[in-house]
């Protein structure tokens, strides 16, 4: 009997495993039929079901991580996802989809981890590679990148995305010739590639390639007929290759096809201006192609610039200093439109606005190469405002940004006679002196600290 009692509990115990495991095998196949319908919910459904009856199971966590990426929910989809891969080690997809939805996060250290795995774990897939490139360049980690970028052509020497990254990654890292190299590869490799032609395109205008930065637009124009943008691309490159008149005429016969379009009254506005100073009917044409935009609540900071600047160039500074003011606050804004308003605002003897507009411009760019005229500039402002304190301040950065320029410490030392800082005065003096013992604004400084002793 008692034989008899356990042979029907293990048939009992056998038919339950047997039909847990056809439950299983049915709602896996009823979430892949939803997930084939696009009905999610449904899948969510029939995966968590399965994973009911069979938690250990890495496929439905994996089944049900994916359903959840398709819905949008990433933080989700990674969490099954690293369940998936937690109960299978060996399994690469599980790991390499947890680095797509951790990347998709924009966390990129578990991405790069997941990545790793599954490099590890095979190390002869050239697109896992390039995506761990792809997170470690996210991260900041350039050389890292360029490692992952280089197993990864080594496997796929027809990766064009690859030579892409590897292109950018070059660049940033300032090796200008390896980038070129590589995104002219890219292209070779997928000539519809946008994003690698127009940083080729930008690098050979960086490199004063104007030729072949033009090929590349042109190209890029082929590509992607329905954006107006590409054709002012061409016509800006022909202008800066100076052929001005091809410019015009490739933005006229863009203005012909789209004439409600800012950007080409811009463009234009921009070449005409830049054709001024040799042909006496391009200012006006420059000032009403950029009246037309730059009248409207719409106009950018750039288009304000330029017509600020061609109001300058006309005359007429009351104009300018209107729209050139109102082109330091549209965001997002153009650096230069301060330094062009703190012209106008000078012209019409508006000194402190002038002044704060130098300074503005300082803000936003930290690494100006002017520094030393800018602050000069600032500092004889300050002069004119009487606000010798502020004065002395500027020209003392202007003479750090340019040491060897005496003319800078003369007046540096008699801003701060004027400040009332005899001793700090008297230390620039000697300083000047001791580099030039017969310069004779620093001689006159000195006698003047002696009389005044």
């Not at 921009?270 to 935009?293: F, G, H, I, N, Y």
């Not at 503005?360 to 520094?371: H, I, K, R, T, W």
Request: charged letters at 25%; one cysteine or more.
């Amino acid at each position: 009997m008692v034989v008899l009692a356990a042979s029907a509990v293990g048939a009992a115990m056998a038919y339950q495993t047997a039909a847990r495991q056809r439950d299983y095998r049915a709602l896996l196949a009823r979430g892949d039929a939803a997930l084939h319908d696009e009905q999610t919910l449904g899948a969510i459904e029939a995966y968590s079901g399965a994973i009911a009856l069979r938690p250990d199971s890495m496929l439905a966590h994996l089944r049900l991580g994916e359903t959840y990426q398709r819905r949008g929910d990433v933080e989700e989809a990674a969490r099954e996802f690293r369940r998936a891969a937690g109960l299978d080690p060996s399994a690469i997809r599980p790991v390499e989809e947890l680095g797509d939805a951790e990347y998709q996060r924009q966390r990129y250290g578990p991405a790069i981890e997941a990545y790793q795995r599954s490099v590890q774990l095979d190390d002869r897939s050239a697109r896992v590679s390039y995506k761990l490139a792809l997170a470690r360049y996210r991260d900041g980690q350039l050389d890292a990148a360029l490692a992952s970028l280089g197993q990864a052509v080594r496997l796929d020497n027809r990766m064009a995305d690859a030579y892409y990254l590897q292109g950018i990654c070059l660049r940033q890292k300032r090796r200008v010739p390896d980038a070129v190299k590589a995104l002219e590869t890219a292209v070779s490799l997928s000539p519809a590639l946008i994003p690698a032609r127009e940083e080729l395109a930008d690098l050979y205008r960086a490199l004063g390639r104007r030729q072949d930065e033009l090929e590349q637009l042109q190209v890029l124009a082929g590509l992607d007929r329905e954006h107006v943008e590409r054709q002012v691309a061409i016509g800006l490159a022909h202008a800066r290759a100076g052929h001005g008149d091809l410019a015009v005429v490739m933005l006229g016969n863009a203005l012909e096809r789209a004439p409600d379009q800012p950007l080409i009254y811009s463009a234009l506005g921009q070449v005409w201006l830049d054709l001024a100073p040799t042909r006496s009917d391009a200012l006006p044409k420059a000032l009403e192609a950029l009246e037309r935009v730059a009248s409207g609540p719409s106009a950018t900071s750039d288009i304000l610039t330029l017509y600020g600047r061609a109001l300058l160039q006309d005359g007429n500074a009351e104009a300018a200093e209107r729209a050139l003011e109102q082109a330091t606050v549209r965001h997002p804004v153009d650096p230069s439109s301060f330094l062009f308003y703190a012209n106008a605002a000078e012209q019409q003897n508006h000194l402190d606005a002038s002044r704060r507009a130098l300074m503005s411009y300082g803000a936003l760019v930290p690494n100006d190469p002017e520094l030393a005229s800018r602050a000069t500039r600032i500092a004889t402002l300050s002069l004119r405002l009487n606000d010798a304190p502020a004065a002395a301040d500027w020209f003392e950065r202007a003479a750090t940004a340019s040491p060897n320029d005496l003319g800078l410490l003369a007046s540096l030392a008699d801003a701060q006679l004027r400040a009332g800082s005899r001793d700090a005065a008297q230390v620039t003096i000697t300083r000047g002196l001791e580099k030039d013992p017969k310069n004779a604004p620093l001689l006159t400084l000195a006698r003047r600290i002696r009389i005044w002793k």
